[in-house]
C-alpha cells in the first residue's frame, strides 16, 4: 500500500462502537419496560431490532422508504416482532436519547486517529443522518478539529457505496483518488465503495470476517494499520 496523501476514515464501528451503543440501550430500554420484555431473552431483543434496523436502511439507500418512516418502523415492527404493545414513539425516544449515553472509542482507535492526523490529512466520510453524526463530532471534538473533511451521506444525498458519495468526497479532499486511503468497516459501503472509486482501502475486519477483499489491506487491530503506513 503506497503512503496516501489524505486518510478518510469513516465514523460507525471504525472509530465510534455503534454496535455496543446499540446493544447498551436496547438493553436500557428492556431495564425501563421490564415486564413487557421479560419473556424475551435480551440477546434476541436485539438481535431482532438489529435485522429490522439493516434492513430498514437498506431500502432506505434505495430510496424507497423516507428518514422518517425508518425511524417510526423499525420501532414499530421490532415490537410487533416482539408481541409488545407500547408506546412506538415514546420507546424509540428512549432509545435514541440512550444509544447517545454509550457513544464511545474503538479501543485504539482514538490514539491510531490521532497518530495519522499528526502526519497527513484526515477526513470523515459516513452514512448516517446528519444530526446524530454531528452530534457525534460535538461528543468526541478532537475528531472535528483534526478532520479537514467531514462528508455525511445525508448532506450528500446518496449514501456509500454509490460513487457520488466518493466522487464529492475526493473533491473535497483535492487529492487524486489514487492517493486516498479510505479506512472502514463495511466490505460493501466502505470496501467496494472505495475501491470501486480508485481509493485505497484498508478494512478494520476487527470481528473475523471471513470474505475476501483483493486490493484492501485488512487488518483488525489498529497498530497493525499504523505500522503499514510507517508510524509504528
Known sequence: ?????????????????????????L????????????PHPLEDVQARYHTRNVALWRRYAAGTVSKEVLRRQRIEAWLED??????????GQLYMDRYRTHWSFIEGAREA???????????LLTNGFAEVQHAKLDRFPELRARASAVVI???????????????HATRTAGTPPGAILYVGDSLHSDVE???QAGWQVAWFARNGAT?????????????????RLGLG
Open 1 to 25: 500500500m503506497p503512503i496516501p496523501r489524505f486518510v478518510y476514515f469513516d465514523i460507525d464501528d471504525t472509530l465510534l462502537d455503534h454496535r455496543q451503543a446499540e446493544r447498551a440501550a
Open 27 to 38: 438493553a436500557d430500554v428492556v431495564a425501563t419496560y421490564r415486564a413487557q420484555f421479560a
Open 82 to 91: 416482539l408481541g409488545i404493545d407500547l408506546d412506538a414513539e415514546a420507546v
Open 113 to 123: 486517529f490521532l497518530t495519522i492526523a499528526d502526519h497527513l490529512p484526515v477526513g
Open 153 to 167: 451521506s445525508e448532506e450528500v444525498g446518496v449514501m456509500k457505496p454509490h460513487p457520488q458519495i466518493f466522487a
Open 193 to 195: 465503495g472505495g475501491l
Open 211 to 227: 470474505e475476501q477483499a483483493p486490493g484492501a489491506f485488512r487488518f483488525a487491530d489498529w497498530s497493525a494499520l499504523l505500522a
